[in-house]
């Protein structure tokens, strides 16, 4: 019985992932990597209490004004002395249920490292978090969120929750209410990998969003691609007009940037300026990436902005 409702369970999160009104089949996987799959998720279980997750920080910014738009935060597993990708627990812990702890964790983690850059004087103007589409519509999150702020003493602007465009096609009635709930707090909203979902354009009207982070599969079509740039700049007219927020992700190449600049998308997050890496190495990260940016934009970096002055550096080292 036991392992029916496991694989109940498992088809259901295939169909609840397709969206309203689907079927979904449970489908065995291959025994040994099915062993594998069944351990990690038992580590899983107890990463949070064992403390084997951190955040690493990737620095994003306005490259024209040289200046940093904030710092998003990316979940990390060390797991067996083995480093597993996002990429491979993520999908794990939407399954099992864990995402939602793993999400509150990182909420109260990012905003608690805030605090920290903050004190330090670093001037980090905010940081944002991935949410998961299963946390929305969990009267938790915003109460998490409400919490993680007064406990810290931030001001709501300074947290930014990430979001995708899946979170819409589940029900949409309940995410914008949890949207307006965050909303009324004060954080930020921002519309992650946008263009790759099944985005209903009129949601972007209706939502109260602040941001579009345009995925970096178009930008790696930039200078590849005519019909890639063709989407690129349409989704920069659609945010320009929208009077959203615009941030290219993934930005690897110089002549990238430039394009994204040219086309008036002055948000860039990528490894061109900056890698994800530990809050301890931020602010070395951030001085490196103002110096790339300044030369992209073709002068040096602004001064009387530093952002990791001695003070800063000696309190994060502590
Ligand atoms: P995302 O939110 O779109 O994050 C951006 C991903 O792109 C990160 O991968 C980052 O390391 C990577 N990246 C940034 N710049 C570049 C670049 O120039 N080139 C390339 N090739 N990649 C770049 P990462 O850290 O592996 O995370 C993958 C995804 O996992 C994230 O995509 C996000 O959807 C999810 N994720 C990460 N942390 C969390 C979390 O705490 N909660 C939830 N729910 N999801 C998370
Ligand atoms: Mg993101
Ligand atoms: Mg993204």
Not at 125 to 142: D, E, K
Not at 174 to 201: C, I, N, P
Request: hydrophobic fraction near 45%; proline fraction near 4%.
């Amino acid at each position: 019985a036991g392992e029916l409702m496991s694989h109940a369970s498992s088809a259901l999160f295939q169909a609840k992932a397709n969206g309203r009104r689907s079927v979904g089949w449970y489908v065995p996987p291959l025994k040994a990597a099915g062993r594998i799959r069944l351990k990690m998720l038992s580590g899983l279980h107890k990463a949070i209490e064992r403390g084997e997750f951190e955040l690493h920080y990737q620095a994003c910014l306005d490259a024209r004004a040289g200046t940093v738009i904030g710092v998003e935060a990316l979940a990390r597993w060390r797991h067996e002395g083995v480093f597993v990708p996002p990429l491979e627990f993520i999908a794990l812990a939407e399954e099992s249920g864990l995402i939602v702890q793993l999400g509150e964790w990182a909420i109260g983690e990012a905003s608690r490292q805030m605090r920290q850059w903050t004190d330090a004087g670093l001037q980090v103007p905010r940081v944002s978090v991935n949410i998961s589409t299963l946390h929305f519509g969990m009267q938790s999150l915003a109460e998490s969120v409400r919490a993680a702020i007064r406990d810290h003493g931030l001001a709501p602007g300074m947290l930014e929750i990430e979001l995708t465009e899946s979170c819409m096609v589940r029900d949409f009635t309940a995410t914008l209410g949890e949207l307006h709930a965050l909303k009324d707090l004060g954080v930020s909203l921002s519309l992650d990998d946008f263009g790759t979902g099944y985005s209903s354009l009129s949601y972007l009207t209706r939502l109260p969003i602040d941001k579009l982070k345009i995925d970096r599969s178009f930008v790696r079509l930039l200078g590849a691609s005519a019909d890639g740039e063709a989407i690129v700049r349409a989704i920069v007219a659609l945010g320009q007009s929208l009077r959203l927020e615009l941030v290219a992700e993934g930005v690897e190449t110089a002549a990238q940037a430039k394009m994204l600049l040219d086309m008036g998308c002055v948000g860039i997050q990528g490894f061109l300026l900056a890698t994800p890496v530990p809050a301890v190495h931020l602010p070395a990260s951030i001085t490196r990436a103002r110096r790339r940016a300044a030369s992209l934009a073709g002068g040096p970096a602004r001064t009387g902005e530093s952002p990791d002055g001695p003070d800063a550096r000696a309190a994060l080292s502590r």
